[in-house]
């Protein structure tokens, strides 16, 4: 599908966005136009080969410090910003869309848990696009089990060791520095105190990177395993307080990492919807074409609702946190339905197009490869389940928008101001 140079946004979504989101959407839809859908079937045609010219173009917009606060050099345009770029750019290129929105996750991290200095020290130079990040918190054994990792940090003098292997690390290939989340509590503390939170440069001894192998989809990113042999890294690289690694990891995951995966999911459902109503539209059947058939007709309307639905959760929910309103609920329910009706579209889709849909390099594959990506980032539906289900029964544990929008780092005066 070639990008339209620009899409004004649905009239459904127009009470969360400002003029200056409108533009923001006018300005990503004309990048992805001009510099993304070129791109997008060469990604595809290398799959071993990580992408890193778009990230660079993207840099140099700034568009990784898109909630980075103006004091450290960002934009300060907050959540329904992100979205907006995430959602834009995954239209046309989801694995482009992923490189973004690796960076955000940790980016956001930082913005609540590192100190003054620390931010200081490390998100100028994201904003001016010359470091991007990941953050590392899956483990080979461990998966989704955030309690089970085995990487442990030990203080030695005034610095940390680090020994462990994380997996599946979004940006892992292109981030100069990891945002680590590794154990330094003895066995039987609970995952609640046992865990804490380090940034490590790439470039430290002791850190190697696995060889980037290409998934079923999403090419063009990478998604890798990086291996700690006895990484030293100083006691300024430890973010928020010894203990607080499960709060940074849940926290950056609910907030920033529901929402963009949300995000992704609703670029690649209109990506599916576009594709397969311009196949029914000109797929001659009888005296008329596919569009005519009624009961396609009703796996259209299908789609159309579960798209229409998905783009409303979607930006409803980041524009709550926005509001600075409790809405964890929310961005977990975005996260989980977005996938799942996407995914359901693609499947549709699949069928909708026949056998044409089975033809090598057709787009529809893409997207249907794509979207089986969005599934276990940022919590796999049996989590986001178990979350929900949390929420209905009153239990929820820490209401992460509400705890973290009382203490927004960018409501902090700068100490250092006279
Ligand atoms: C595209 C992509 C990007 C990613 N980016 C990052 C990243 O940047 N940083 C990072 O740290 N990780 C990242 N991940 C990893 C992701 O967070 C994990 O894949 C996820 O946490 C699930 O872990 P797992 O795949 O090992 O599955 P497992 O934990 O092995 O789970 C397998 C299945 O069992 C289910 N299951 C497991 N435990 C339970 C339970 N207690 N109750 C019910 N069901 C359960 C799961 O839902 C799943 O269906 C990424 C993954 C992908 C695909």
Redesign the pocket.
């Given at each position: 599908m070639s990008a339209t140079p620009t899409t004004p946004p649905p009239p459904a979504l127009r009470p969360y966005l400002t003029a200056r989101h409108q533009r923001l959407w006018d300005e990503a839809d004309a990048f992805a136009a001009e510099h993304v859908a070129p791109r997008a079937a060469r990604m595809e045609a290398a799959p071993g080969k990580v992408e890193r010219k778009v990230a660079d173009l993207m840099a140099a917009r700034r568009w990784f410090a898109v909630t980075v606060p103006s004091a450290f050099g960002g934009l300060d345009a907050g959540h329904v910003a992100k979205t907006i770029l995430i959602h834009r750019l995954a239209r046309v290129s989801a694995a482009t869309a992923?490189i973004l929105q690796?960076t955000l996750?940790p980016v956001g991290a930082l913005l609540h848990f590192a100190t003054y200095e620390q931010k200081n020290y490390w998100l100028p130079r994201v904003a001016d696009g010359s470091l991007l990040l990941?953050?590392?918190?899956?483990e080979p054994q461990a998966?989704?089990?955030i309690g089970g990792m085995k990487t442990v940090a030990e203080h030695a003098g005034s610095e940390w060791v680090i020994t462990g292997s994380?997996s599946?690390?979004?940006?892992s290939h292109l981030a100069g520095a990891h945002l680590i989340v590794a154990r330094t509590a003895e066995t039987g503390v609970s995952t609640s105190q046992a865990l804490t939170a380090f940034m490590i440069e790439s470039n430290r001894r002791g850190l190697s990177i696995s060889r980037h192998r290409p998934g079923l989809g999403?090419h063009g990113f990478t998604?890798g395993r990086l291996d700690l042999d006895h990484v030293r890294i100083p006691q300024d690289n430890l973010i928020g307080e010894i203990g607080q690694g499960l709060a940074v990891a849940q926290s950056s995951s609910i907030l920033y990492g529901r929402p963009n995966l949300a995000a992704v999911s609703l670029g690649i459902h209109e990506a599916v919807m576009a594709t397969t109503t311009a196949r029914l539209k000109t797929r001659p059947r009888y005296r008329s074409t596919l569009s005519d058939l009624p009961v396609l007709r009703d796996r259209i309307g299908g789609m159309e609702a579960r798209l229409r639905a998905s783009r409303i959760l979607t930006y409803q929910a980041v524009h709550l946190l926005d509001q600075r309103l409790p809405c964890d609920a929310d961005l977990i329910n975005a996260k989980y339905l977005g996938h799942q009706w996407a995914a359901q579209s693609a499947q549709d889709a699949m069928e909708l197009h026949g056998a044409h849909a089975l033809d090598r390099d057709y787009l529809l594959q893409r997207l249907w490869r794509d979207i089986q990506?969005t599934y276990?980032?940022?919590g796999?539906?049996?989590?986001q389940r178990?979350r929900l289900a949390d929420a209905a029964f009153h239990e929820d544990h820490i209401q992460w928008s509400e705890h973290l929008a009382a203490e927004a780092a960018w409501a902090r005066p700068d100490p250092t101001a006279a």
């Open positions: 992923a690796a996750i990941s953050i590392a918190v899956t998966g989704g089990h994380k599946h690390i979004g940006n999403l998604a990506h276990p980032p940022a796999t539906g049996e989590v178990i």
